[in-house]
């Protein structure tokens, strides 16, 4: 069956949007646990972005991406490298400003931008321990566009204040994506609904987040992926491994 439009599922359109936040000839990069972003890093590659640079977390530079495995540190995602790059070049680079997109996801995230990767509580009392910052707290502000996705929106995650704060950045706003539509955070305009995916209602979006966020009065629906990239997402991804990360 060939691929269009209009049967392209929620989680291949969220998809997309990651793959598009890559430009051709970008450097990017991924931590620990990204598989959605792995595939969106393949399709870019795969479509409109061939010249593309990828740092990968298992230690490889610009891996062979013929499939999404389940671990986005599966070994298999040394092979066909061009060379070998450690976390403190891949930190080096950020740094220099060689590294252009970087996405990070939060167990929280407030209408500053602020994300939690840390605990829920306090650092001086935590009741439960996230994964951790990894060096995200630097990196985020070292990059030079940051990303951050939560793959499955809820007032759990997007809420008025982060419990902790493992990564902010006050200098510039932040584009986050979620399964129901893109905002920006941060800034002096503070949250906004940029779009809605046409799966969501502005009301139903409301109720899923936390914090008070600015409608524009002409609100844009995210465009579906075109056909080309939603046959890149599913020979990527043939497993379809891709609707466990993404929505309820």
């Given at each position: 069956m060939t691929a269009t439009t209009m049967d392209a599922t929620p989680a291949e359109t969220v998809v997309s949007l990651l793959a598009r936040e890559i430009e051709d000839g970008a450097v990017v990069a991924t931590?620990?646990?990204?598989?959605?972003?792995?595939?969106?890093i393949a399709v870019a590659r795969a479509t409109h972005a061939p010249g593309l640079t990828y740092l990968a977390c298992v230690g490889s530079l610009d891996p062979d991406?013929?499939?999404?495995?389940p671990s986005s540190e599966d070994l298999r995602y040394l092979e066909g490298r061009s060379a070998e790059v450690s976390i403190a070049d891949l930190f080096d680079h950020a740094?220099?400003?060689?590294?252009?997109t970087v996405f990070f996801g939060a167990a929280e995230?407030?209408?500053?931008?602020?994300?939690n990767m840390t605990a829920s509580g306090s650092?001086?009392?935590?009741?439960?321990?996230?994964?951790?910052?990894?060096?995200?707290?630097?990196?985020?502000?070292?990059?030079?566009?940051?990303?951050?996705?939560?793959?499955?929106?809820?007032?759990?995650?997007?809420?008025p204040q982060v419990q902790v704060a493992t990564t902010r950045d006050p200098s510039r706003p932040v584009r986050l994506i979620s399964d129901l539509g893109t905002f920006e955070l941060g800034g002096p305009r503070g949250a906004r609904l940029l779009s809605r995916h046409p799966w969501a209602s502005v009301d139903g979006i409301t109720e899923r987040t936390g914090f008070e966020f600015a409608v524009p009065d002409a609100l844009p629906v995210t465009s579906l992926p075109d056909a080309r990239t939603v046959s890149a997402i599913r020979a990527l991804d043939p497993r379809n491994l891709r609707d466990a990360l993404v929505g309820s």
């Open positions: 931590g620990v646990a990204s598989p959605l972003v792995i595939l969106a991406l013929p499939e999404l495995y740094r220099r400003g060689r590294v252009d995230v407030d209408p500053a931008g602020r994300t650092l001086e009392k935590p009741r439960a321990k996230f994964p951790g910052v990894a060096g995200a707290a630097t990196l985020r502000q070292w990059v030079k566009n940051p990303v951050l996705l939560v793959p499955r929106q809820s007032r759990r995650n997007l809420v």
